[in-house]
């Protein structure tokens, strides 16, 4: 088992991770909304007071914040960096830059350019990584199943081909792999064919408990299955990054699965995660070396790109809620429902960042700790 860095390592490599993603999904809203002729007042990299920065002849002040964890772009018309309308009248040169005048639609697109700039982030690494490394693929057959598994149990064989698992197809090796880790203790219909003739079979799957390099243990779903072969492919040049797209997409996809099973209750909240969590694993990826932090990095980015599209106010998904609405009813939502959504999604983050903190701190063995100093 390896040990944990210290703690300097932990906090220096996350702020490697972090900071420049939150940079380019700043600079993607920044970008969109000088294409269509917005100005900015502040591009601030983190909150709170500003620790230094600098004005560009533009006027638009960029910052560093106090706290690293987030940024924001204030626009010219924005009341915050939540971008609120500000009610103050403004000159008519502000007017022609106002973001909150422009059509519904590139506001759309510039809300859009934040987390679609850390989807494209993760597609560049990966297509990086199966230029120079190749792309794992393995064909979703049987290559042999592991005694008193449930693959054995339920008679699956070797050369048998998983054609799907659920209500999810499986193309390769490692669409089965990721489909079932999200599953434990589940049962789903496996569709195979074997000798020429499709059949399906209900298959109950197991929950395992996985320990990495490092003690942490996490729940997942396992089959009981070996690949026939696993191999390294470099895909063609000009199908790279279409192929870094699909397996973004199908990363993107599996958060969304988890998430979806943490809300619907087939997965325990304790699985949650969050800034301290994510700092550990920086910070052990970096230890482990450049190809494993900069995989993590990619993750990451997913994730930040991910989480901003969820439909909460105060993110950037509740934002194009918004101007879908607005776009359908053919005029904004009152500046008052606008207000009480924004107070409900600032209280639904701080209590998701305290929830998160006080799993993270568990995850860390501290309440353990704690139980075991009172008893």
């Known amino acids: 088992m390896l040990s ?56 638009t002040r960029w910052k560093v914040g106090l706290l690293p964890l987030g940024g924001y772009v204030r626009f010219t018309g924005d009341a915050d960096a939540t971008s609120r309308p500000d009610s103050a009248p403004l000159s008519e040169t502000d007017r022609a830059r106002s973001f909150h005048l422009k059509p519904v639609w ?36 049987v290559g042999r199943t592991l005694p008193n598994s449930t693959a054995f149990k339920i008679g699956l064989q070797p050369g048998d081909r998983i054609l799907s698992i659920g209500d999810r197809t499986t193309d390769s090796f490692e669409d089965i792999r990721r489909t079932v880790a999200l599953r434990a203790g589940q049962t789903l219909n496996i569709r195979f064919v074997r000798n020429g003739s499709e059949q399906v079979l209900p298959a109950p799957i197991a929950s395992f408990e996985m320990k990495d390099e490092f003690g942490q243990t996490a729940r997942i779903g396992l089959l009981g299955i070996v690949p026939a072969d696993r191999e390294w492919v470099r895909p063609p040049l000009l199908s790279v990054i ?9 990363i993107t996809r599996s958060m969304a699965d988890g998430l979806g099973q943490i809300i619907g209750g087939q997965r325990s909240v304790k699985e949650l995660g969050g800034t ?100």
């Open 4 to 59: 944990q860095p210290p703690v300097w390592f932990i906090l220096v490599a996350f702020l490697c991770a972090l900071g420049p993603l939150v940079f380019l999904h700043e600079l993607g809203h920044y970008w969109a909304g000088r294409l269509f002729g917005v100005g900015a007042e502040h591009f601030s990299i983190g909150f709170g007071p500003e620790l230094f920065g600098w004005t560009d002849k533009r006027g």
């Open 106 to 141: 590139q506001r759309f697109l510039i809300v859009l350019a934040g987390p679609a700039a850390n989807f494209a982030i993760a597609i560049l690494i990966f297509s990086a990584f199966f230029v120079t490394l190749g792309m794992p693929h393995s064909p979703p057959v």
């Open 242 to 250: 279409p192929q870094a797209t699909r397996f973004t997409f199908e």
């Open 276 to 375: 301290l969590k994510m700092a550990q694993m920086a910070g052990q990826q970096a230890s482990l070396g450049f190809f494993e932090f900069i995989q993590l990095v990619a993750l990451f980015s997913i994730n930040l790109g991910f989480i901003n599209l969820l439909p909460v106010p105060m993110l950037d998904g509740g934002h194009l809620f918004f101007y879908l609405v607005e776009a359908v009813r053919r005029k904004p939502v009152s500046e008052r429902a606008q207000e009480w959504a924004f107070r409900g999604g600032l209280a639904l983050i701080l209590a998701l960042v305290m929830f998160t903190t006080f799993n993270d701190l568990g995850s860390f063995g501290l309440w353990a700790r704690l139980g075991g100093l009172m008893g």
